[in-house]
């Protein structure tokens, strides 16, 4: 009713082409009902002392409100308002005061460890990685969207509660569809749920109703302005397969202006409590202004990193760009391993081989071994480079190395004794091709005067 028309129609687009282009797994559908009930000591004893969780932290459970369904969140005279479909007032949710200044309302201002929450949890609990970006002056954002797809759920359950969003905030509040595993204000347990969550640096929350989704879901946030400049209006919205959320904000609210792609979490024992995958990819994400489509920069933040968690920005496109949020690092590829050095020998000497190791996890550990044709075999040095003296006597031999680190891999490499023999290209360099079947006696020298 207060958003703009053009933009309903473009998310209404969206939704009927990902509802016939989409291909759904046939993965197992996530429980609906929370089963045995697992809190951590700081989620209980936080509870006990009014607090509720929500992406704003642990906040007074009294300043928390559930916005019934089709009212909307109204801001009249320096006070934020529920209002009924007809405008009627249904309850006052405190006063709206914006703040002055340019930095963003959150991170900064999440309440982690309220009074009475007890020992915290041994990983780390807030924003743990996000990407923003900060509008240029004078171009007010219009919308932002961003499209993911429900992660799998957690290997493990410890009553933790993992937050995705895009959203967009400024210094006095923030707007943001979510999805949700774990509790929160709103409810839930151990199950994916959406929802649209509004904050304000008075103190005031606000959340639309629930609802579940299931991992393979995609999912499309959107954050939505009428008009630019100051007094406009703003409609958050979560469309899932099968549903929407709403949630809509009428006033005179400042202009918000940074948008941000965020994973935030909250009481969790072990890094198997993050969802069962690397990473989620936020894309296509999109941004426009009253001018269209700015270019888009964003800035990656790893302020939790206990776990390898962290933002890669894979494309600042706009339309089209992607921010990917990883809850771990990825596993490295399989160790592998190559020699390196001669492989025909025509000069007596000295020689060295290389082992050229990757993947796996560094550092890495050497065992060499030479092998004499004729069966002899004999342990070398456990260095990345192995020397090993070669005379006209020495057999035809196999390099043979072991490399451990992440893994196990090995590599040989067989190496042909030219000394006093003659190959066919009749070149004697130590590093020359191995000679077809192999080396050719040398031709006699004559004596002098014959």
């Given at each position: 009713?207060?958003?703009?028309?053009?933009?309903?129609?473009?998310?209404?687009?969206?939704?009927?082409?990902?509802?016939?282009?989409?291909?759904?797994?046939?993965?197992?559908?996530?429980p609906?009902?929370?089963?045995v009930?697992?809190?951590?000591?700081?989620?209980?004893?936080?509870?006990?002392?009014?607090?509720?969780?929500?992406?704003?932290?642990?906040?007074?459970?009294s300043?928390?409100?559930?916005?019934?369904?089709?009212?909307?969140?109204?801001?009249?005279?320096?006070r934020?308002q529920?209002r009924?479909?007809?405008?009627?007032?249904?309850?006052?949710?405190?006063?709206?005061?914006?703040?002055?200044?340019?930095?963003?309302?959150?991170?900064?201002s999440?309440?982690?460890?309220?009074?009475?929450?007890?020992?915290?949890?041994?990983?780390?609990?807030?924003?743990?990685?996000?990407?923003?970006?900060?509008?240029?002056?004078?171009?007010?954002?219009?919308?932002?969207?961003?499209?993911?797809?429900?992660?799998?759920?957690?290997?493990?359950?410890?009553?933790?509660t993992?937050y995705?969003?895009?959203?967009?905030?400024?210094?006095?509040?923030?707007?943001?569809?979510?999805?949700?595993?774990g509790?929160?204000?709103?409810?839930?347990?151990?199950?994916?749920?959406?929802?649209?969550?509004?904050?304000?640096?008075?103190?005031?929350?606000?959340?639309s109703?629930?609802?579940?989704?299931?991992t393979?879901?995609q999912?499309?946030?959107?954050?939505?302005?009428?008009?630019a400049?100051?007094?406009?209006?703003?409609?958050?919205?979560?469309?899932?397969?099968?549903?929407?959320?709403?949630?809509?904000?009428?006033?005179?609210?400042?202009?918000?202006?940074?948008?941000?792609?965020?994973?935030?979490?909250?009481?969790?024992?072990?890094?198997?409590?993050?969802?069962?995958?690397?990473?989620?990819?936020?894309?296509?994400?999109?941004?426009?202004?009253?001018?269209?489509y700015?270019?888009l920069?964003?800035?990656?933040?790893?302020?939790?990193?206990?776990?390898?968690?962290?933002?890669?920005?894979?494309?600042?496109?706009?339309?089209?760009?992607?921010?990917?949020?990883?809850?771990?690092n990825p596993?490295?590829?399989?160790?592998?391993?190559?020699?390196?050095?001669?492989?025909?020998?025509?000069?007596?000497?000295?020689?060295?081989?290389?082992?050229?190791?990757s993947?796996?996890?560094?550092?890495?550990?050497?065992?060499?071994a030479v092998?004499?044709?004729g069966?002899?075999?004999?342990?070398?040095?456990?260095?990345?480079?192995?020397?090993?003296?070669?005379?006209?006597?020495?057999?035809?031999f196999?390099?043979?190395?072991?490399?451990?680190?992440?893994?196990?891999?090995?590599?040989?490499?067989?190496?042909?004794?030219?000394?006093?023999?003659?190959?066919?290209?009749?070149?004697?360099?130590?590093?020359?091709?191995?000679?077809?079947?192999?080396?050719?006696?040398?031709?006699?020298?004559?004596?002098?005067?014959?």
């Amino acid at each position: 009713m207060f958003r703009s028309r053009l933009f309903e129609a473009q998310v209404l687009l969206v939704s009927l082409v990902l509802a016939a282009c989409q291909e759904r797994t046939s993965a197992p559908t996530e429980p609906r009902s929370p089963g045995v009930t697992v809190r951590s000591a700081a989620a209980g004893a936080a509870a006990r002392a009014g607090y509720v969780l929500t992406p704003f932290g642990w906040q007074p459970a009294s300043h928390v409100h559930h916005l019934a369904d089709g009212h909307v969140l109204a801001v009249e005279a320096g006070r934020l308002q529920e209002r009924d479909a007809e405008g009627n007032l249904v309850r006052d949710l405190g006063p709206f005061v914006a703040r002055s200044g340019d930095a963003p309302l959150y991170p900064e201002s999440l309440t982690t460890a309220p009074g009475g929450a007890g020992a915290r949890v041994p990983l780390d609990s807030q924003w743990i990685t996000w990407a923003y970006w900060n509008r240029p002056s004078g171009q007010a954002i219009k919308a932002d969207t961003a499209q993911w797809v429900v992660p799998p759920a957690p290997s493990s359950w410890d009553g933790q509660t993992i937050y995705l969003f895009n959203g967009v905030q400024s210094s006095s509040w923030i707007l943001q569809p979510v999805l949700q595993y774990g509790y929160s204000a709103a409810g839930g347990g151990n199950y994916w749920s959406v929802a649209c969550w509004y904050a304000d640096g008075s103190g005031n929350f606000s959340h639309s109703s629930l609802d579940s989704v299931s991992t393979g879901d995609q999912l499309l946030g959107v954050v939505d302005s009428g008009s630019a400049g100051s007094g406009v209006s703003y409609y958050c919205a979560a469309h899932a397969p099968t549903f929407d959320i709403e949630m809509d904000l009428v006033g005179s609210v400042p202009e918000l202006y940074q948008a941000v792609e965020t994973l935030e979490a909250y009481e969790l024992v072990t890094c198997s409590d993050y969802p069962n995958t690397n990473s989620t990819a936020f894309t296509p994400i999109s941004v426009v202004t009253h001018g269209g489509y700015p270019a888009l920069t964003w800035t990656p933040v790893n302020r939790v990193t206990d776990c390898g968690q962290h933002t890669n920005v894979v494309s600042n496109a706009n339309p089209g760009g992607e921010v990917d949020l990883f809850y771990r690092n990825p596993p490295p590829p399989p160790l592998s391993v190559y020699v390196s050095g001669p492989n025909v020998i025509t000069l007596k000497g000295t020689y060295t081989w290389t082992a050229n190791p990757s993947g796996g996890t560094p550092p890495y550990s050497y065992q060499w071994a030479v092998q004499y044709d004729g069966g002899a075999r004999y342990q070398e040095g456990t260095q990345q480079s192995q020397p090993l003296a070669v005379y006209q006597d020495t057999p035809n031999f196999w390099m043979i190395v072991a490399v451990t680190g992440g893994g196990t891999a090995s590599d040989s490499m067989y190496v042909t004794n030219c000394i006093g023999k003659t190959t066919p290209s009749g070149t004697t360099s130590p590093n020359m091709p191995p000679p077809p079947g192999g080396c050719v006696p040398a031709a006699p020298v004559a004596a002098a005067g014959q």
